[in-house]
T-cell receptor
Framework: AQSVAQPEDQVNVAEGNPLTVKCTYS??????LFWYVQYPNRGLQFLLK??????LVKGSYGFEAEFNKSQTSFHLKKPSALVSDSALYFC??????????????FGKGTHLIIQP | DGGITQSPKYLFRKEGQNVTLSCEQN?????MYWYRQDPGQGLRLIYY???????QKGDIAEGYSVSREKKESFPLTVTSAQKNPTAFYLC?????????????FGPGTRLTVT
């Protein structure tokens, strides 16, 4: 069965500094990887995904993520953090077709706090 | 205005009662999903449906039931058999069955059972 690990419960970054939210995964075959963001008491919003191709994926709101197959990682990054980026971030994985249930497997989430 | 709607936003029930959570989408998406979110545990898949009149169990289906009689609707019933029903429930949809498609989430329903 697939799994996702987000090793940091919380990440604190000063506004204007680069940010990284870490994610590692375990899945058979070549996975599809996703990042979502959740604001308080709201649903999840899609940020970006890796399906195939270029290992650096660009997404919404200036976020990007780097797929590293050898390290089984998919870290979320942004060059310059904004206070409005403060939220709960989820990494998710799904195996390719035929690899089990169709739903996403989520990490436990990382609280990102951007300090003014 | 397209999207996924979930109602109600907050729901309170007494232990032993069944309760149904609504999920409607006007995105013309084929696939729909139900997830449960608990603090510090991320989201876990309850049920999913790829087409009308078909649905599959996810990782934590015990104590839950669903139906998919219409493409745009995927209600979730939390039965009295669910031992710990208090949680935040999220409905999602994706444009097609393929796993490369991102899922779009509704605003959620917070269920409290006392």
């Amino acid at each position: 069965a697939q799994s996702v690990a987000q090793p940091e419960d919380q990440v604190n970054v000063a506004e204007g500094n680069p940010l990284t939210v870490k994610c590692t995964y375990s899945v058979s075959g070549n996975p599809y990887l996703f990042w979502y963001v959740q604001y308080p008491n709201r649903g999840l919003q899609f940020l970006l995904k890796y399906i195939t191709g270029d290992n650096l994926v660009k997404g919404s709101y200036g976020f990007e993520a780097e797929f590293n197959k050898s390290q089984t990682s998919f870290h979320l990054k942004k060059p310059s953090a904004l206070v409005s980026d403060s939220a709960l971030y989820f990494c998710a994985v799904i195996p390719p077709e035929g690899g089990g249930a169709d739903g996403l497997t989520f990490g436990k989430g990382t609280h990102l706090i951007i300090q003014p | 205005d397209g999207g996924i709607t979930q109602s109600p936003k907050y729901l309170f029930r007494k232990e032993g009662q069944n309760v149904t959570l609504s999920c409607e989408q006007n995105l013309n998406h084929d696939a729909m999903y139900w997830y449960r979110q608990d603090p510090g545990q991320g989201l876990r898949l309850i049920y999913y449906s790829q087409i009308v009149n078909d649905f599959q169990k996810g990782d934590i289906a015990e104590g839950y039931s669903v139906s998919r009689e219409k493409k745009e609707s995927f209600p979730l019933t939390v039965t009295s058999a669910q031992k710990n029903p208090t949680a935040f429930y999220l409905c999602a949809s994706s444009i097609a069955v393929g796993r490369s498609y991102e899922q779009y989430f509704g605003p959620g329903t917070r269920l409290t059972v006392t």
